[in-house]
T-cell receptor, first 117, second 114 residues
Framework: GAVVSQHPSRVICKSGTSVKIECRSL??????MFWYRQFPKQSLMLMAT???????TYEQGVEKDKFLINHASLTLSTLTVTSAHPEDSSFYIC????WGTGGQPQHFGDGTRLSIL | AQKVTQAQTEISVVEKEDVTLDCVYE???????LFWYKQPPSGELVFLIR??????QNEISGRYSWNFQKSTSSFNFTITASQVVDSAVYFC???????????FGKGTRLHILP
């Protein structure tokens, strides 16, 4: 079945560091990927829609200069949290749409747990 | 605007009991998808079911069953003969056909007690 690989699964770093998270579709092409954030004991909130070859579309309230998204190929989208601070600590999870199956259901990565000290 | 409401924040039942997780949704689209996901403590999302808006048939998969009623905009999920391994957070979600964004409910934390 379709698999989405997310890397790293966990990262701990100091405040002020920039952190890059990768989301790869392993056996299908994903023209669109989505990035979600989940704070402890809360729901998943959509941050942005990542489109291959074009700029990402950010949800209201999400700082595009802080959360840089690059979708340079049909199988890879990256989310960079720039100058991360403790309040950015969260669980980040991506999903990808496989148009070969009509785009549904989306396939989720296993998530990245980001801890900023 | 699309919205998913899971009124039950947390539920605890004793093993082998049946439990129903409620989900009510709002959408202006006539074409949409409804989902249920399971999120165990490890954090990954486990896809359970997808139902499109034109298919109101109820579905059963083993101990899991889903009741979709467009008249009440509900998509409830029942686990029969619950097991400890069913303990997790369960999310109901909605996706409209126009943009495929998935909007999640706040989740129901289910505790199955031995």
């Amino acid at each position: 079945g379709a698999v989405v690989s997310q890397h790293p699964s966990r990262v701990i770093c100091k405040s002020g560091t920039s952190v890059k998270i990768e989301c790869r579709s392993l056996d299908f092409q994903a023209t669109t990927m989505f990035w979600y954030r989940q704070f402890p004991k809360q729901s998943l909130m959509l941050m942005a829609t990542s489109n291959e070859g074009s700029k990402a579309t950010y949800e209201q309230g999400v700082e595009k200069d802080k959360f840089l998204i690059n979708h340079a190929s049909l199988t890879l989208s990256t989310l960079t949290v720039t100058s991360a601070h403790p309040e950015d600590s969260s669980f980040y999870i991506c999903s990808a749409r496989d148009w070969g199956t009509g785009g549904q259901p989306q396939h989720f990565g296993d998530g990245t747990r980001l801890s900023i000290l | 605007a699309q919205k998913v409401t899971q009124a039950q924040t947390e539920i605890s039942v004793v093993e082998k009991e049946d439990v129903t997780l409620d989900c009510v949704y709002e959408t202006r689209d006539t074409t949409y998808y409804l989902f249920w996901y399971k999120q165990p403590p490890s954090g990954e999302l486990v896809f359970l079911i997808r139902r499109n808006s034109f298919d109101e048939q109820n579905e059963i998969s083993g101990r899991y069953s889903w009741n979709f009623q467009k008249s009440t905009s509900s998509f409830n999920f029942t686990i029969t003969a619950s097991q400890v391994v069913d303990s997790a957070v369960y999310f109901c979600a909605l996706s409209e056909s126009r943009d495929d964004k998935i909007i999640f409910g706040k989740g129901t934390r289910l505790h199955i007690l031995p």
